[in-house]
């Protein structure tokens, strides 16, 4: 495969049921020989507290196996422990057939939000202008949705992929200089951010002098990021670019990045160190729901 190769996109549903298949690659077994042809009704509930995620992908998918059914909470709202946020009515066969597959989605979904959500909101506390974004360090397959979850708690998406936007990253430069890899950059699109990482102050100020769009500071000590757009600002570079940093930022220090006037945290702790969030479905008694 060429880097040129065009990759046909799928639809949700298409990649939906492609998790689906890893479930059931030759059917329901224990299903199919103890559940009779018998309607149910069953309701999803919240195991923990935090910021729902996933719903629409969990109607998507019940949907499809005609499962009716009805959304108790929306993506993006805060949900408490015991809150029922789907109910669905339909054939017992078709409902345990997704019921896995719907949760595992909703959990990573919903924790990826979550997380997001608690350190957007540590970040907007002590800088409103900054954003806190996600990277590429995504579960392979189920990038769409990492990233759609970033989004419902409150982040950047971030590059998508690399199709997405010119990030010029140390491996880049360790072939070709930086003015050298941004004057090639410009070259070939006149349309895209040119975003360059760097890890010293002196290559921030060439990135910026040379044209960079945005600037990453990786892996730097907030007292070094503070240096960096204090030497930026007296050379009248600082506005000419947007300043994001990246690099092992957690709980305990995205506050202190916050505070040195930074536009983007980017974290990849976001998609790829996911906590999962606790669901469960319950098949309710006849007359219940």
């Not at 689906?20 to 509930?45: F, H, M, Q």
């Not at 759609?148 to 070709?176: E, Q, Y």
């Not at 006149?190 to 990453?216: C, L, P």
């Not at 000590?221 to 000419?240: A, C, D, N, Y």
């Amino acid at each position: 495969m060429t880097a040129e190769t065009e990759f046909v996109p799928m639809t949700v549903l298409d990649e939906l049921l492609q998790f689906l298949k890893e479930d059931i690659p030759a059917g329901d077994v224990t299903s199919d020989a103890v559940i009779p042809d018998v309607d149910c009704n069953a309701v999803i509930r919240a195991e923990q507290d935090g910021i729902l995620a996933g719903i629409e992908e969990a109607s998507i998918l019940f949907s499809h196996f005609d499962v009716a059914i009805t959304s108790r909470k929306r993506d993006g709202e805060a949900v408490k422990k015991g809150d029922a946020i789907l109910s669905v009515s339909g054939k017992a066969k078709q409902v345990l057939l997704v019921e896995r597959t719907t949760l595992n989605i909703l959990g990573r979904m919903s924790g990826i939000a979550t997380r997001t959500a608690v350190m957007a909101g540590i970040v907007k506390r002590e800088n409103p202008a900054c954003r806190v974004a996600g990277t590429r360090k995504t579960c392979p397959g189920f990038r769409r949705f990492d990233k759609k979850a970033v989004m419902i708690g409150g982040g950047d998406p971030h590059r998508m992929n690399l199709s997405d936007g010119i990030l010029i990253k140390d491996n880049h430069l360790a072939l070709v200089p930086i003015e050298e890899a941004l004057r090639k950059a410009r070259a070939h699109s006149a349309y895209k951010k040119i975003e360059v990482e760097v890890e010293s102050t002196a290559d921030a100020v060439k990135a910026a002098r040379a044209g960079a769009d945005i600037i990453m500071l990786d892996n730097m000590t907030p007292g070094q990021v503070r240096e960096t757009i204090g030497v930026l600002k007296t050379e009248g570079l600082r506005e000419r670019v947007v300043i994001e940093i990246s690099g092992g930022i957690d709980e305990g220090t995205i506050r202190d990045y916050a505070a040195c006037g930074v536009d983007v945290i980017s974290m990849g702790a976001l998609t790829h160190t996911v906590k999962n969030f606790s669901f469960s479905l319950e098949i309710q008694p006849p007359g219940q729901l």
